[in-house]
């Protein structure tokens, strides 16, 4: 049997509640998920900023509804949720990923390096690449529900302000890559002392910060270190709507540029997938079919 884990709980609320007063840090044993719980709270009027861990979820969600499962130990499995209130709300799942990329491997290894490089694919994927191949590292979802200030608050200065839950999941070690088109990695081929408490500590209290600062600049300052790790960019990329076409990079409002037969287009739609032409014709290859 494994050694239980032991999370920095109280090092991250001393490292966050400083810049996030009432912010709490929570770890359950299990959760039928992480941002479902958060939202049940939210929907409930229970808006304080938390960070809500689980060693195992029962029911964790991806992008699309796409069911993320682990064993405990295997992955790092948390939600943050806090009232927010951005000029403009594009991009934020980008950002999220910008600073959890950063906070994991602060510097990219050279091309052709032992060491894989964590990058991002658009809009809301962590990638390992190099050597060994591409391989998803993990995910991120973003939910939002209508702030209801806590009992006996002020109501929020801004009518903007919206209950925000950011839920990430990461694989420490990877799963069973069987019948995965793309194979998984973990945080471990980049660091092996990387265990999930420890990347919980790395993560947390650089992305309250980064939310706070997209609260009041958005995505644009972003963009550039994005863009140090876009993984599609200059790519054949393939639209899950049919279309098709040449990776050209992100905007300052996140929306990824492809360069088409009808010439260059912004994808924004959150229902639009995108994929590496390569992998996409893997993926059809195996199921016998046209990619969609």
Not at 82 to 109: I, M
Not at 177 to 196: I, N, R, S
Not at 281 to 287: F, G, K, Q
Request: charged share 15%.
């Amino acid at each position: 049997m494994s050694a239980p884990l032991r999370w920095p709980a109280e090092a991250i609320w001393e490292a966050v509640v400083p810049q996030l007063p009432g912010f709490t840090v929570e770890v359950l044993p299990t959760v039928d998920s992480t941002n479902t719980e958060l939202m049940r709270r939210a929907r409930a009027g229970q808006s304080d900023p938390v960070l809500l861990v689980a060693e195992q979820q029962t029911a964790g969600r991806g992008r699309l509804g796409r069911a993320w499962r682990s064993q405990p130990g295997d992955s790092l499995m948390f939600s943050l949720g806090l009232p927010l209130a951005p000029a403009d709300w594009s991009g934020l799942s980008l950002a999220v990923g910008v600073s959890v990329a950063e906070s994991l491997q602060p510097v990219l290894p050279p091309p052709g390096s032992a060491t894989p490089r964590v990058g991002l694919k658009w809009p809301n994927d962590l990638w390992l690449g190099g050597a060994g191949g591409e391989r998803k590292l993990g995910g991120i979802l973003v939910e939002t529900a209508s702030f209801v200030a806590p009992q006996g608050a002020a109501a929020p200065a801004s009518a903007g302000t919206r209950y925000v839950v950011v839920g990430v999941g990461l694989n420490i070690r990877p799963p069973d890559a069987a019948g995965m088109g793309l194979p998984p990695g973990g945080l471990q081929e980049v660091d092996v002392l990387l265990d999930a408490p420890t990347a919980l500590l790395r993560v947390a209290a650089p992305l309250v910060a980064m939310l706070q600062s997209f609260a009041g600049y958005g995505f644009a300052p972003m963009q550039p270190r994005f863009a140090l790790r876009d993984v599609l960019q200059g790519r054949s990329v393939v639209l899950s709507d049919g279309h098709s076409g040449t990776a050209q990079g992100v905007g300052e409002d996140g929306a990824l540029w492809v360069l088409t037969d009808s010439g260059m287009q912004p994808v924004t739609s959150s229902e639009v997938s995108v994929r590496p032409a390569s992998l996409a014709a893997t993926l059809s290859a195996r199921a016998g079919g046209l990619p969609c």
